[in-house]
């Protein structure tokens, strides 16, 4: 039977199996700096990746040196955490899906999406808006038959999209947060618009499932749409953003709080005063003072937390949802299986493991133990009662990531799975002739 306690720490070089003679040097790349920092750009909705990356790469370019020469030996690396976009319309359902769930009670457009599924008519629908809503008569003036009738057709499926990437995400997040917690470095993020949702629920999540690192997480957003922050976040918000005032007509948002017109002649913004680049990060605007004060004060007052999990040549990492427990398995060249009930492996370890939901879950290879030949990584659902969604991330000692790769489970196994997981990684290992380890992933 499994432990019921996440069982964390590193395992001591005193209980190690003896370990096969290292054959290839595994660590070519050197990460700069003892002091950690991982900097997120959590994005908001309609993005495409592309501009999510040219967005954290603005962040690393305005960022990086202020900030590492403000602390003696510091690095600071900067990464996209992405928000798919399903396109604008699912986007926006999303949106007020995530706002139902961070106040069921102030969600009116979603609100309305309720009543047409529990089969309320037109003018039941409209006579609730406009009692619930401040002036609800005027909204309720604008759903007529012909737009109820048309969303009554349509938003059903894309609400289900909707919440499957919602989902998704939020798992994707909390993933990449915790697995950077467990590996000595501080995460800061940076959220605009939606990332703000997201970026809520991720850190309350990681919170819960690291308690002890609370003080080492932080964010600022920036044009949040949320009804509150987490973990004392600040946040910057213009007074004349026009998407966040359209959704102050129907949700529950926090204040606006800065003035940001810069004046008729001098006014780099875009035309809703929402672009995060352009409306808010522009030097010329009052907002990105704001957001310079709050990205030095999470540098300066977050704490770095100590290292859990090991790491060196080869490192995969598992998070997943609530579902109570998620296995990760490792097969090594020598014909090794490592899992939680055979945690020490030939070459590595499986140093973190975790049977109450979320994760995370490590597996690592030192730098000086790596074998030729090929490392199977997969997964087994051991056990839950949904559908669940694994999240397997892949980190190498030549400074390359691969993942996370996210992975559908339907049905728990037990422990009749472990012979059998379902595949995340096969890393095949090879000698580039001068004692070096050659990696190629699938």
Same mark, same amino acid.
């Given at each position: 039977m499994k432990h019921t306690t996440i069982a964390l720490g590193i395992v001591s070089a005193l209980a190690l199996a003896p370990a096969a003679e290292a054959s290839l040097s595994g660590c070519t790349f050197q990460q700069q700096g003892t002091r950690q920092t991982q900097v997120y750009f959590a994005n908001g909705i309609n993005t495409r990746y592309a501009d999510a990356q040219i967005a954290s790469d603005t962040l690393r370019s305005q960022y990086k040196r202020r900030l590492e020469s403000q602390q003696e030996n510091s690095s600071y690396q900067f990464f996209p955490a992405y928000n798919l976009s399903q396109g604008f319309t699912t986007d926006v359902i999303q949106v007020f899906q995530q706002k139902l769930h961070e106040d069921p009670d102030g969600s009116i457009a979603y609100m309305v999406y309720d009543m047409l599924q529990a089969g309320l008519s037109n003018d039941a629908i409209r006579q609730t808006v406009a009692i619930a809503v401040t002036d609800g008569y005027l909204l309720a003036a604008t759903l007529t038959d012909e737009l109820l009738d048309q969303l009554a057709d @349509?938003?059903?499926?894309?609400?289900?999209?909707?919440?499957?990437?919602?989902?998704?995400?939020?798992?994707?997040?909390?993933?990449?947060?915790?697995?950077a917690l467990l590996n000595g470095k501080r995460v800061l993020i940076v959220a605009h618009s939606q990332g703000n949702l997201f970026t809520n629920t991720s850190v309350a999540r990681v919170i819960e499932m690291l308690p002890d690192h609370s003080n080492s997480i932080g964010y600022f957003g920036v044009a949040s749409p949320a009804a509150?922050?987490?973990?004392?976040?600040?946040?910057? @918000?213009?007074?004349?953003? /026009?998407?966040?005032?359209?959704l102050r007509a129907t949700e529950t948002v926090l204040p606006a709080n800065i003035d940001n017109d810069p004046g008729l002649f001098d006014d780099p913004r875009d035309f809703l005063n929402?672009?995060?680049?352009?409306?808010?990060?522009?030097?010329?605007?009052k907002s990105r003072e704001r957001i310079d004060d709050g990205i030095a004060k999470l540098a300066d007052t977050l704490a770095y937390p100590s290292l859990i999990a090991g790491e060196g040549a080869?490192?995969? @990492?598992?998070?997943?949802?609530?579902?109570?427990?998620? $296995?990760?398995?490792?097969?090594?060249?020598?014909?090794?299986?490592?899992?939680?009930? /055979?945690?020490?492996?030939?070459?590595?370890?499986? $140093?973190v493991d975790d049977t109450n939901g979320f994760g995370p879950e490590n597996y690592y290879v030192a730098c000086d133990a790596v074998s030729p030949g090929t490392y199977d990584i997969g997964v087994n659902y051991f056990r839950g009662s949904a559908t669940e969604t694994a999240s397997v991330t892949l980190y190498l000692g030549n400074g390359t990531t691969f993942?996370?790769?996210?992975?559908?489970? @339907?049905? $728990?196994?037990?422990?009749?799975?472990?012979d059998g997981p379902k595949p995340a990684f096969s890393l095949t290992v090879s000698d580039d002739g001068q004692g070096n380890a050659l990696y190629s992933v699938e």
């Open positions: @349509t938003m059903a499926q894309i609400a289900a999209d909707a919440l499957k990437d919602l989902v998704q995400v939020n798992d994707l997040h909390s993933g990449l947060y915790a697995d509150r922050t987490v973990n004392g976040a600040g946040y910057v @918000t213009a007074d004349d953003d /026009r998407v966040i005032q359209l929402h672009g995060f680049l352009e409306s808010y990060l522009d030097s010329r605007l080869i490192r995969a @990492t598992l998070t997943w949802g609530e579902q109570p427990d998620v $296995d990760l398995h490792v097969f090594e060249p020598g014909g090794a299986h490592v899992y939680y009930r /055979r945690p020490m492996g030939s070459d590595g370890t499986l $140093d993942g996370p790769r996210q992975l559908s489970l @339907t049905d $728990d196994q037990g422990s009749s799975g472990d």
